[in-house]
């Protein structure tokens, strides 16, 4: 157990041997899951639980820390963190699940929960524990509609569930190093908060009108200099996107790994920044890390039985689904006979408030005229990101 501030503890679970989560995101550092303990002169809350695959010596060392327990705040319905709440119940049934109307019934369907053991609280309603207070502020969508924050009013210690997070392990549970904490905390950002961007900025405004000390999230590092993650968060999810574009390609024959490098290094004579990404062998969150700031993104695709190569089909959907703040989007590629890369690439793309800049397709290997076209589109993109 971990003293955050005065009798605030930590409670979670260490999990560096996960390598995925949903099935999608890689994990190179594997994850937390942050559950916290606040002990009130008169009442004690446990906030959120543990992924339930973790909760055996969980739970051991929960009953070894405390014999009673008021209140299981749940912040957010996602298993990671409420999915050991039936388990916790079977062994303090004296508490009660304190959450949100939308979030008592979503945990009701995932965990088969009863009406009874739940205390339903709204936005800014408050929880006395004698001498802390928790203060609720619904926070929907970063990233499901019933997330919520907890605030200990006393202590200024702001629990945030996934908002702010990392899928990260920690030696040490406080952010040491801004930027060691950085990069696990933008991989979070691009696969999960990055589709929300309206909110995340919303929140981030919220949080800074509260007298904050510390923030609490539901993995990762916790931060007691709030500003180490405030600040990167105000950026990522800032409007405008910098001089930067990302080129994501697979090659079977080589082509449009000789176009994505040309393009790259014309690119790159410009003064653009260039990421190209090969997304055969590079996790997908190296492309949705990315696509937090970069202004224009470059699809590099081979003809694979006529359509575009499921890899980058499938690159094409995650990024579809990340809705990022990318101004313009490109296609470049190969093919043998006859393709119709183009059309299906747009169509799985339909959802980005993007321009479509022209596509430019090598027969077999580029030749001149397919080099040329390169550097017209890289000029192309050189004039747009003059512009941003
Ligand atoms: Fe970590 Fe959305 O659960």
Redesign the pocket.
């Given at each position: 157990m971990t003293i955050i501030t005065k009798n605030i503890h930590y409670l979670g679970v260490q999990d560096p041997s996960r390598r995925t989560f949903d099935a999608l995101m890689h994990l190179p550092e594997g994850t937390s899951y942050n559950a916290y303990y606040v002990q009130g002169s008169t009442k004690t809350a446990l906030i959120d639980t543990v992924e339930p695959k973790q909760s055996a010596a969980w739970l051991k060392e929960l009953q070894q820390f405390t014999k009673h327990i008021d209140y299981i705040v749940s912040l957010?319905a996602?298993q990671?963190?409420s999915g050991s709440i039936p388990e916790v119940l079977k062994l303090f049934p004296q508490a009660k699940v304190v959450t949100n109307q939308k979030c008592k019934d979503m945990l009701k369907e995932h965990l088969t929960l009863t009406d009874d053991v739940f205390m339903v609280i709204k936005d800014r309603e408050t929880l006395s524990l004698g001498d802390k207070t928790l203060e609720f502020f619904l926070a929907p969508w970063v990233?499901?509609p019933e997330s919520m924050f907890a605030l200990v009013q006393e202590d200024g210690v702001l629990f945030t569930t996934?908002f702010l997070g990392a899928h990260e392990t920690a030696d040490k549970l406080f952010c040491q190093d801004r930027l060691a904490c950085l990069s696990g905390a933008q991989r979070y950002y691009a696969e999960i908060m990055m589709p929300f961007r309206t909110q995340v900025k919303k929140y981030l405004e919220l949080i800074a009108t509260l007298p904050i000390k510390f923030i609490c999230p539901?993995?990762g590092p916790i931060y007691d200099n709030p500003e180490q993650i405030l600040a990167p968060y105000r950026e990522w999810s800032a409007d405008t996107p910098k001089n930067k574009v990302v080129i994501a390609y697979v090659t079977m024959h080589e082509s449009t790994r000789i176009m994505s490098k040309y393009l790259a290094a014309q690119l790159s004579k410009q003064g653009i920044d260039v990421d190209v990404v090969d997304l055969e062998i590079e996790p997908s969150g190296q492309l949705s890390m990315h696509l937090v700031d970069a202004a224009t993104l470059i699809f590099a695709c081979p003809a694979v039985l006529v359509g575009p190569h499921p890899v980058v089909a499938s690159a094409a959907i995650l990024a579809n689904a990340l809705r990022p703040k990318t101004k313009y989007f490109g296609i470049i590629g190969s093919y043998g006979w006859g393709h119709k890369i183009a059309e299906q690439l747009t169509a799985l793309t339909s959802l980005l408030t993007v321009e479509r800049l022209t596509p430019v397709f090598a027969k077999g290997l580029p030749k001149p005229a397919d080099f040329a076209a390169l550097d017209t589109l890289a000029q192309t993109i050189s004039e747009k990101h003059s512009t941003l």
């Open positions: 957010h996602e990671d963190h990233h499901w996934d539901c993995h």
